[in-house]
């Protein structure tokens, strides 16, 4: 008996004798005249059902309970082993527009490298080094898209609309800045990283963004938090010149303060390939939050209080059932799922409101119950690696990603006792 579970066969076993009891006994008796027997006969076969159905119920429950304590790393194993899956999955990633839409097969065969920055984080969190030679794929695909001489940014293909022939080649920033975010955390791709700090320094323009390149599908808010992100993640890296820090830090504070000054006026901000879906400002916050939450540190007067205030707006516009008019049920959780995340993260913040953190707990508390019951009726193939990397980072504390971690490589029989040991040893 695995977990509790009964095996099929005893069920079996007693709808078998409830039949013989139901069209045996039962009519034997009742033919012969004999009360007693018919009586005896018509109790044994009810009660047999009533056990067998009580069996029923019993595997039930512990099948969902065994979803749903094994949900974590479900979504980790899934995650784990999506850059196997072909070419476009090697980005690790999806692209976020589509898979919000609902177009899943849109999101993987044109994946961006927005959803990369989280599934590589996530991976060097849970399995430390050993996650190495899939965050190499994901590189070695960038690269490939990227312009061969500096400053290697990332390239992407227009295509005509009416008849899907190629149309140009155009450099796409935003992306670049994204690929940069994945390399400083890598600490890998040196060259290309130089490239894009002094890309991310000499674009600021004098309000402290960065260009959007596209006002109606490209979020400026999007490419200046990938922006801040990086120019965060190099001043940590003692491999970055001396002479660059004062300016990289200057950067980031500008690009801060760009981003303090352009929420919108229900204190969220906005993004603009989306702008036409009522949870757009929910989904948009979620995102700057969960990348620059570990950043409140940072000394930029009223930082915190900015990202405190926009906390407890996300939570209570992700409450208001205004929010979700129109969504689809899967729809929403893919939302809530990066909100969930944004909150996980945002709970660290050390001076953090009493209020908002009070709000922060009962919203993720009510959500694991929700998202739960989703997750045991959604089909795998609905399932998409960033919405399982958003789950993951709301459904556990970052503390145990190690423990889930070490679970997923030792189920995983193409992977070594030397990989686990290097994940133990570097997490």
Known sequence: MKSGVLPDWIIAVV????????????WYFLGARNQVGTIASAVATGGLAVVAIAMHIHNDRWRTRSKMIDSPTRLLSFIWSYPLAGENEASWAVKESATLKGDLGTAR????LGVAIITTELALACFGRAADTRIDRCIAWAVARTEPEPPHQMLVEVVEPSDFQLESVKKDFRHTLAFGVILARAKKQYTYLQSYLSLALT????????PSESASTISPVFTAFYAVELLHLTLSDPAVPERLRANILDAQRNGISWLMNHREADGLWTSSALRDFAWDHVFATAWVLHRLAPLADVGVEGWCQCLDDALLAMVQAALAPQTWAGATESQRHRVEARVAAAVARAQHIKQLSARSLEAARLYRGAWKARVEDWLNRLPPDQMDVGTAAFLLWGMVPEERFTDIGKAVLLTEGSHSHAELESSTVNS
Not at 18 to 26: D, E, K, L, Q
Request: charged share 15%; with cysteine; proline share 4%.
């Open 109 to 112: 065969e044109k994946p961006a």
């Open 15 to 26: 709808w078998f004798m409830a039949g013989i009891c139901a069209t045996g006994s039962f």
């Open 203 to 210: 674009k600021q323009n004098g309000e402290g963004g960065w």
